[in-house]
Nanobody, 123 residues
Framework: QVHLVESGGGLVQAGGSLRLSCAAS????????MGWFRQAPGKDREIVAA????????WHADSVKGRFFISRDNAMNMVTLQMNSVNPEDAAVYYC????????????????WGKGTLVTVSS
């Protein structure tokens, strides 16, 4: 089992940057694909980015491509999401999730979820 705790959310000005972190428990962290999702009020949860077990493969949603970057450190059991050029449409609760698949792109592929961290964007 994997326990996930997100941190780093908060208020950011439009155009600014924010770095989200997800700390994972469990010795098998390096065998899980990891993903970042977000859910804005009144909207469905959507995937933002995903990364493979080793970190060699990544995927980013078109809406964040070139602005957000997912990375992981298996030695530290950590996955991060660097958010640059943030805009008001990025405001949401951001969730970290772990998948037994290599590079999951869909919610049902993810087995473990954190409780989320709120990102608020001021314009």
């Amino acid at each position: 089992q994997v326990h996930l705790v997100e941190s780093g959310g908060g208020l950011v000005q439009a155009g600014g940057s924010l770095r989200l972190s997800c700390a994972a428990s469990g010795r098998a962290f390096s065998t899980y694909g990891m993903g970042w999702f977000r859910q804005a009020p009144g909207k469905d949860r959507e995937i933002v980015a995903a990364i493979s077990w080793t970190g060699d493969s990544t995927w980013h949603a078109d809406s964040v491509k070139g602005r957000f970057f997912i990375s992981r450190d298996n030695a530290m059991n950590m996955v991060t999401l660097q958010m640059n050029s943030v805009n008001p449409e990025d405001a949401a609760v951001y969730y970290c999730a772990a998948s037994r698949g290599v590079l999951g792109l869909h919610i049902p592929e993810y087995d473990y979820w954190g409780k989320g961290t709120l990102v608020t964007v001021s314009s």
